[in-house]
């Protein structure tokens, strides 16, 4: 992507403007703003005269700026312009403060060089460095004029078409290249009451004249932005559209990131997942997660937010299987206990129970991912629960034991079992077993059986707390 500085053909300090506006623009874009500048014969503008003429042509400005208009007036020619143009931004030890720093003196200066016997076209080339190069200095009120000056000038040499990207990029600079531009364009959006998908009305260029990735900007700051009472499922819906009809991955990851993670889109987090899911994918699999056009920062906020939303599909899953498939509350609000440390959640059964679990029409997109489909018919299932260093595999028969592998262990091929049964290794050793009272004989791996029936969690929290909680 080409920057502001190859769009207009001039040379500036690209680090004095914002960091989002070297993407701003689309080629298409870049080349018709360089053919209406080439059509005004702008180029690098004007041949300014060197240090020292510039510092006595802002001495001698300074000298005669109190004389009024039309007294200063005789003073210039077409000759001696060009110092008071290369003035306006000089400044020394002596004279810290330019023209353009000063309101007063810079309208003048302006007065002077816009008067119709010494305007000369090749300054808005330079007016154009300036006014990019000093962006963020120059204060607000002869920023404003410059940029109205040059509107008109471009006017008044050609009214076509052919100039409106030029004219654009002057009469709309603070959303493109303010250090918090997308910000702005974002307030302005909400201020007005100016629905996202109206971004290119507000920014007075067309879709193709910008980048999807400053449009994908705009979208994030919006959300950032946007107060609590303007959310609602409607919204949500909106920006799902919003993106679908672009399909861009990256800029699913970068809104949908920020959807998960901000409190205030909390209340809409079964939408939001259901449509993560469609456009992404199940934040189970780490590598529909990634993009490699995300900055670091972004990639470590997606990842953020894939993070808690595969938590909160892991918990919303154990709850639905226990209850709909195990039937089992006191094991459900066993492994609840451990849901901000568990990682993967599959389960593998039968066709029929997948059906059955495939009804609520709410989890059916992650059931598709996570449920792993033995050949057998088999009534009884089983849910995996990858965490730490260990898998822990429960039954949903409930005179089978909990299987706790050691992750290097578990080698199982998830998408070829026949069966529940070879899930099991029936030759493993007992992992807990109790001698006398609390005295407790353990090993790191194993089979652990669900006795007494009632009171078997205190064994089992006796065994998480020796391995798998250190």
């Known amino acids: 992507m080409m920057s502001i500085r190859e769009i207009l053909n001039i040379n500036f300090d690209k680090n004095s403007i914002a960091e989002k506006a070297y993407n701003v623009f689309q080629k298409e874009t870049i080349r018709g703003v360089k053919s209406s500048i080439n059509k005004l014969s702008l180029g690098d503008g004007v041949n300014l005269p060197n240090e020292e003429k510039i510092k006595e042509a802002y001495e001698y400005f300074m000298g005669v700026k109190d004389l009024g208009y039309e007294m200063i007036i005789q003073n210039y020619n077409k000759k001696n312009i060009r110092g008071l143009l290369g003035a306006l931004n000089y400044s020394s030890d002596d004279n810290k403060s330019s023209i353009f720093m000063q309101q007063a003196e810079f309208s003048i200066a302006l007065q002077i060089l816009s008067s119709d016997n010494l305007w000369n076209d090749r300054f808005l080339s330079y007016f154009q460095r300036i006014l990019l190069s000093e962006w963020n200095t120059i204060p607000v009120k002869n920023k404003s004029a410059l940029k109205k000056l040059m509107s008109e ?7 076509e078409s052919a100039f409106l990207s030029v004219r654009n990029v002057i009469d709309n600079s603070e959303y493109f290249l303010n250090k918090d531009a997308t910000d702005e364009v974002a307030i302005a959006l909400i201020k007005n009451k100016i629905p996202l998908s109206q971004i290119l009305s507000l920014l007075k260029v067309n879709e193709s004249d910008i980048t999807y990735e400053f449009f994908t900007d705009i979208i994030h700051s919006y959300l950032q932005l946007l ?12 920006i799902a559209l919003i993106l679908e009809s672009h399909n861009k991955h990256e800029a699913y990851l970068i809104v949908f990131a920020e959807l998960i993670l901000d409190a205030k889109y909390r209340n809409y987090i079964q939408s939001t997942r259901a449509k993560a899911i469609r456009y992404i994918g199940d934040p189970i699999s780490f590598q529909k997660w990634k993009n490699s056009k995300l900055s670091n920062s972004q990639q470590l906020k997606v990842e953020m937010a894939r993070n808690r939303l595969n938590k909160i599909i892991n918990k919303d899953l154990l709850n639905y ?14 492994w609840l206990k451990f849901i901000d440390s568990i990682d993967e959640v599959y389960i593998v059964g039968s066709r029929f129970n997948k059906a059955s679990l495939e009804g609520d029409e709410a989890k059916r997109e992650y059931i598709k991912s996570r449920y792993k489909l033995m050949s057998s018919s ?32 578990f080698n199982f091929n998830l998408n070829t079992l026949r069966n529940t049964s070879e899930l099991k290794r029936t030759k493993m050793e007992i992992c807990v077993s109790s001698s006398i009272g609390a005295n407790y004989n353990f090993r790191s791996s194993g089979r652990f059986i669900h006795k007494p029936k009632y009171g078997w969690e205190e064994n089992l929290d006796a065994w998480m707390k020796r391995y798998y909680e250190n």
């Open 227 to 238: 107060p609590a009472r303007f959310i609602d499922e409607d919204f949500i819906e909106s």
């Open 321 to 334: 299987v226990f209850e709909k498939i195990f039937r089992d509350n006191i094991r459900k609000r066993y």
């Open 378 to 409: 088999e009534g009884t299932c089983a849910i995996i629960m990858k965490s730490k260093d260990y898998v822990f595999v429960e039954f949903s028969v409930t005179s089978n034991a909990l299987y706790i592998y050691k992750s290097n262990d």
């Open 153 to 159: 000038k471009i006017d008044a040499i050609d009214k």
